[in-house]
């Protein structure tokens, strides 16, 4: 891209923000122009707005930007508005943004079953990106409404996605173990979660539900028609910082050659993200490992600077059967937020260079 295209955070001190900030600061594309977080950090600068507790440096560009306050008008200078807000606050913001042409790319839990907004798990599902003729018909805004999945949604849904097109799927029965960090930044108290798995978390099974059927789901005409599987989601909090590690039973409709014909499935899976180059996408979007042990969050979080997933422990528990069961690794704020927000964003540009949204 000859000139970057001007960017903004909203939420831009919280877990996934603070990835956001991590990715645009050097991004090839976009330029990070304006952040924001709630009214108390107005003014400030953003290095002494933020507690920055991510793996990655503080981009020294981003130090002394000052934090604008979190209404529409602040990010009248940029064209593409990342959101990474609680979803209580984000609804209305968002609503307005696009109506004052912006592309608004959002990780809250608002609006993602609206039928004219895309969720999109950009190697999943990204033709489902032509959603946004529809709402722009609709909803009468230049701007658009994209939506970030659910985190363990998004892992789940990028290791189905082969197993969907090559054998098709009946029952999915997932159960979840995920990191403190997907709480926010608040979220989950350490007294609570240290030494203990809590087994439930608010939500989150009906979420991966419908999310995965939807991303799954196929585009005909205007409309996203759902994917025909059971899903069975069971979602609890381990005491790990970034990672949700997934262990996963698909029952499929057609039987599997052989158990090494779904590593190399997998393992060699690529979609168009990868054939379009864009910056964040992986060169591998699922990585297949065969150690016994593998993938484990602290060791396998950051593979392919955290967009890929990790598959481990694949097998035929019965081998005349056609159900296979592994193990499913995601960084869930890269894959599971913003690093996918950027994707989104990324291939929202191409495929609009190309004419495929307009
Ligand atoms: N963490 C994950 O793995 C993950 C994954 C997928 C989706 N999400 C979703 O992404 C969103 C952000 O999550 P997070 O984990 O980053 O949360 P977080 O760490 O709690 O951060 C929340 C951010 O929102 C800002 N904020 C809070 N109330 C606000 C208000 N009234 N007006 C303006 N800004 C406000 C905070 O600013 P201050 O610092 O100024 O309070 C902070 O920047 C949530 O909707 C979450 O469900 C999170």
């Known amino acids: 891209m000859a000139d970057k295209i001007p960017v903004g955070v909203l939420g831009a001190t919280g877990l996934v923000g603070q990835r956001f900030v991590s990715i645009l600061a050097d991004h090839p594309w976009f330029s990070l122009e304006v952040v924001a977080a709630s009214e108390k950090r107005v003014g400030k600068r953003y290095g002494e707005s933020v507690k920055w507790y991510i793996d990655e440096p503080l981009p020294q560009q981003a130090i002394d930007m000052v934090m604008a306050r979190p209404r529409p008008e602040s990010f009248k200078p940029v064209d593409v508005v990342f959101v990474a807000l609680p979803k209580e606050v984000a609804g209305p913001l968002e609503l307005e943004l696009a109506r004052m042409g912006k592309i608004v790319v959002s990780n809250a839990n608002v609006f ?88 439930f978390i608010s939500g989150e099974e009906e979420k991966v539900v419908r999310e995965s059927r939807k991303i799954l789901g196929k585009l005909s005409g205007d409309a996203v028609s759902f994917a025909d599987m059971r899903v069975v989601a069971t979602t609890t909090r381990a005491p790990v910082l970034d990672g949700h590690l997934e262990s996963v039973v698909v029952r499929l409709e057609k039987m599997p050659g052989d158990i090494e014909e779904v590593r190399s499935l997998l393992d060699s899976w690529r979609s168009r993200p ?3 180059r864009l910056p964040t996408a992986p060169e591998k979007p699922i990585i297949v490992r065969r150690e016994e042990d593998r993938p484990q969050p602290r060791l396998d979080r950051k593979s392919g600077r955290g967009m890929s997933v990790v598959v481990g422990r694949l097998s035929q528990p019965y081998p005349d059967e056609p159900v296979i069961r592994y193990i499913v690794l995601g960084h869930n704020t890269l894959r599971g937020a913003a690093g996918t927000g950027v994707l989104i964003a990324e291939l929202y540009y191409r495929m609009f260079e190309e004419g495929a949204v307009g």
């Open 112 to 199: 993602r079953m609206d039928p004219d907004i895309p969720l999109l798990n950009p190697e999943v599902n990204w033709d489902h990106m032509s959603l946004v003729k529809l709402q722009r018909e609709r909803r009468g805004w230049r701007g658009a409404i994209l939506k970030v999945p659910n985190c363990t949604t998004a892992i789940l849904t990028l290791s189905l996605k082969p197993l969907m097109d090559s054998y098709g799927i009946r029952e999915v029965y997932m159960t979840s173990m995920q990191a403190i960090s997907g709480a926010g930044f608040n979220g989950v108290p350490g007294y609570a979660i240290t030494d203990n798995i809590i087994p």
């Open 274 to 276: 990868q054939h379009l």
